[in-house]
């Protein structure tokens, strides 16, 4: 009975390292494995360089929107300094080459509106017309409108006043290219 009782454990133990997986099936097993592991690796490496791709795109964008903001903030800047300047000359009676502020639509505008002998340019265009006034002559304000519009309000002795101008660029140089009396 000791006998089978031992024949017995043997066999079990046999049956069970038998059971365990075949020297083929570690070697698959462990290829397996290594082939996961490659793939989390690879996707890993492909997520992060589209986050690092994305990054770029998103600075590029950011550095361009500064970019344009900048030059907004330029132009705009140079647009009312262009408005004050005309409107000064135009009520101060100052000489000023509006051929430097001006582009030639304008320019030609400014000629058909002048209404005296020989050639000049209307540059009372850029105020009320107001002759006769006793109260102050100033701009109150000067408002972009969007794609190279303003609009300024003014007083011109007294006068209550509102002009829209649209402005070109031209070779980087701001030239005034239209001007609409509002009020």
Same mark, same amino acid.
């Given at each position: 009975?000791?006998?089978?009782v031992? @024949?017995?454990? /043997?066999?079990t133990?046999?049956?069970?390292?038998?059971?365990?997986?075949?020297?083929?099936?570690?070697?698959?097993?462990?290829?397996? &494995?290594? #082939?996961?592991?490659?793939? $989390?690796?690879? #996707?890993?490496?492909?997520?992060?360089?589209?986050?690092?791709?994305l990054?770029?795109?998103?600075?590029? &964008?950011?550095?361009?929107?500064?970019a344009?903001?900048?030059?907004?903030?330029?132009?705009?800047?140079?647009?009312?300094? =262009? /408005?004050?300047?005309?409107? *000064?000359?135009?009520?101060? *009676?100052?000489?000023? $080459?509006?051929?430097?502020?001006?582009?030639?639509?304008?320019? $030609?505008?400014?000629? #058909? !509106? @002048?209404? @005296?002998d020989?050639?000049? @340019?209307? /540059?009372?265009d850029?105020? #009320?017309? %107001?002759?006769?006034?006793?109260?102050?002559?100033? =701009?109150?304000?000067?408002?972009?409108?969007?794609?190279?519009?303003?609009?300024?309000?003014?007083? !011109?002795?007294?006068?209550?006043? %509102?002009?829209?101008?649209?402005?070109?660029?031209? $070779?980087?140089?701001?030239?005034?290219?239209?001007?609409?009396?509002?009020?």
């Amino acid at each position: 009975m000791r006998r089978l009782v031992i @024949y017995a454990i /043997i066999l079990t133990v046999c049956s069970l390292a038998a059971c365990g997986p075949s020297g083929k099936e570690k070697a698959q097993a462990d290829k397996d &494995s290594v #082939s996961v592991k490659q793939e $989390n690796a690879d #996707s890993i490496a492909k997520a992060e360089a589209e986050a690092a791709a994305l990054k770029a795109r998103q600075q590029d &964008s950011i550095a361009k929107a500064a970019a344009k903001e900048k030059a907004e903030k330029e132009d705009n800047a140079e647009a009312k300094k =262009i /408005i004050r300047k005309l409107f *000064g000359a135009a009520t101060n *009676g100052a000489d000023v $080459n509006l051929k430097k502020y001006c582009a030639p639509r304008l320019l $030609n505008k400014l000629a #058909s !509106d @002048y209404d @005296y002998d020989g050639f000049g @340019y209307a /540059i009372w265009d850029f105020r #009320s017309g %107001a002759q006769d006034g006793d109260g102050p002559t100033k =701009i109150l304000s000067i408002t972009p409108l969007g794609d190279m519009w303003y609009r300024y309000d003014f007083v !011109d002795m007294g006068f209550k006043g %509102a002009k829209k101008v649209h402005f070109v660029k031209t $070779n980087g140089v701001m030239k005034m290219d239209r001007l609409i009396t509002i009020e």
